[in-house]
């Protein structure tokens, strides 16, 4: 699994092992072995106390919802193009996406699928998934629980 | 610490300038700021160029078009980046240069040329201001950034999409009063409110706007500045400061970190409080990114920024007039002219230059500049004496 399918554009780094994670179900992080500082997003080197001896552990999957959004003009790479089919058109209803908080300092980014944008409160429950896309790239859902 | 001082400010016409490049559009900058110094470029030392991005306008050496097109070099020149404060940036990279002994005379000019490319790329390059690598997958944008920030404020505070609005009304007002605007037409509240969502809940009334413009200052070490200018306008006090690239990982997610700290550094040096600041020019990317202005500069208490703006308290007349050049949402925003676009409207004011927007008898005012989403901030305060 390259992590390109989960980033989109970077595929070189250290943590590449978090997409094959993702694609096997499991939320991963990092814990540096010297001082016990947990990171989410993953990083390979710790910025407490500047060693870069890792190991990777499970997240836990639920939090509080800290914030949200609906993206309605997305950047070039989500876009939608114009039907090429005349007379046609395109009904554009964007995803939600928020960030949950499922330990202290550690928050999950993610699409919230199931949800209409007026029912998503900030500091509902909420549980994080790895999803694999038709395409076959991998992201993470965030659903009430 | 040495004293450094405006003696001369220029600015470009603000807006989408499909007639002129980027090393043209600074030329225009330039000459407006050595005309108002009565100085040639002879007698600057040396220069910074603030250009926030790349990709807008297809070269890596902004700075080289720049010290080429109006015959700097061989003096020193060089670029700085800070994304969407990077005319903040150059301007303190400028003051450094004089307080150094480096040089006497600083030109600092900040442009971007953004329209050169179409807007869903320009979108797509901003987006990318943010976390490239974790957030950018989730298809995040500008607007969504400070869309998450309006979120949790609305949450925590019972800020309202009214009271963003009037942001917007307020800022396209006085825009509307400034010829170098690239938007000089009012907004009523209705028609703000009902404009489409960009990122919920912000509107297209609440996001400002791609620009192509430049903007110059000209700085000057004290005793230079004594025997060039009427009328210097002092740098008398500097703050910059940083935070985690991602929204998640901050402290708060209702308030930018890097900007208490700028500002705290700011008046520190400056030697005063928020209440002595006459007017300002605040990062107004989103009107919400002005509400949390208010509060993070401490022109009112965390949470009350939606009622200060509600009470009219940052118009002209009111208690801390605020943008009243029409700010980056009305006035547009070329990302890596705004700093310093913002330090001439407060040199303006405080030279008593600014016409119908006039602060009366404004004596000290603050810049504050942000880049990216919170992850660098600047505040600069000057004072008329």
């Not at chain 2, 910059?240 to 040096?269: F, H, I, N, V």
């Not at chain 2, 016409?355 to 901030?377: F, M, W």
């Given at each position: ?145 | 610490?040495?004293?450094v001082a405006i003696v001369g400010i ?207 200052v000209l700085l000057a070490?004290?005793?230079?500045a004594?025997?060039?200018s009427?009328?210097p306008v002092w740098l ?107 330090a001439v409207?407060?040199s ?34 000057f004072?008329?004496?």
């Open positions: 699994m390259e992590f390109k399918n989960f980033s989109l554009f970077i595929n070189q780094t250290k943590v590449n092992r978090f997409a094959e994670d993702l694609a096997n179900g499991k939320i991963t992080s990092t814990v540096c072995k010297h001082c016990g500082t947990q990171y989410y997003p993953p990083r390979a080197d710790c910025s407490s106390c500047m060693q870069s001896e890792m190991e990777w552990k499970e997240l836990p999957t639920q939090g509080n919802l800290l914030t949200f959004t609906r993206i309605h003009v997305p950047p070039e790479h989500f876009a939608v193009r114009q039907p090429l089919m005349p007379f046609s058109s395109v009904q554009f209803e964007p995803c939600p996406i928020g960030i949950i908080e499922v330990g202290k300092g550690l928050p999950i980014m993610g699409w919230i699928p199931k949800m209409d944008i007026k029912k998503i409160k900030v500091g509902m429950r909420m549980k994080a998934s790895p999803f694999v896309l038709p395409d076959g790239k991998i992201t993470i859902v965030l659903e009430p629980v | 610490m040495k004293k220029g600015h470009g016409k603000f807006g989408i300038r499909s007639d002129a490049s980027l090393r043209e559009l600074i030329f225009e900058a330039v000459k407006a700021c050595l005309d108002d110094a009565g100085l040639s470029l002879k007698e600057v030392d040396s220069m910074v160029t603030g250009v926030a991005g790349d990709e807008f306008s297809f070269g890596i050496q902004p700075s080289a078009q720049v010290h080429d097109y109006i015959g700097f070099y061989p003096k020193p020149n060089f670029r700085v980046e800070g994304a969407c404060a990077t005319g903040s940036v150059a301007l303190r990279t400028g003051w450094m240069n004089i307080v150094s002994g480096l040089a006497d005379i600083v030109l600092v000019v900040g442009v971007e040329k953004m329209t050169e490319v179409p807007t869903s790329v320009a979108t797509e390059i901003m987006g990318r201001a943010g976390d490239a690598i974790w957030e950018y997958p989730f298809g995040t944008t500008f607007p969504g950034y400070y869309a998450m920030i309006a979120n949790a404020h609305m949450a925590a505070y019972g800020t309202t999409e009214e009271q963003l609005a009037m942001v917007a009304v307020k800022n396209h007002y006085y825009g509307s009063l400034n010829p170098y605007a690239q938007m000089q037409k009012e907004v009523t509240l209705e028609k703000a409110m009902t404009s489409f969502t960009v990122a919920y809940p912000l509107k297209l009334f609440d996001c400002s706007l791609i620009t192509d413009g430049a903007a110059a070490s004290e005793e230079k004594k025997a060039l009427k009328k008398a006090g500097l703050g910059c400061a940083t935070d985690a690239m991602r929204l998640g990982d901050r402290k708060s997610m209702t308030s930018l970190e890097a900007s208490r700290e700028a500002a705290k550094a700011a008046y520190k040096m400056a030697g005063i409080g928020p209440s002595d600041i006459n007017v300002a020019t605040v990062h107004d990317c989103f009107t919400i990114a002005e509400i949390v202005a208010y509060e993070d500069l401490g022109f009112c208490e965390k949470g009350e920024g939606g009622r200060l703006i509600e009470a009219k308290e940052t118009y002209v007349g009111g208690r801390i007039p605020v943008n009243v050049d029409g700010g980056l949402k009305s006035k547009g925003h070329p990302l890596g002219a705004t700093g310093v676009s913002m409207e407060i303006k004011q405080l030279r008593g230059e600014a016409g119908p927007r006039q602060v009366k008898n404004a004596q000290i005012g603050l810049t504050h500049n942000v880049g990216g989403s919170g992850q660098i901030s600047l505040v600069h305060i004072r008329r004496e």
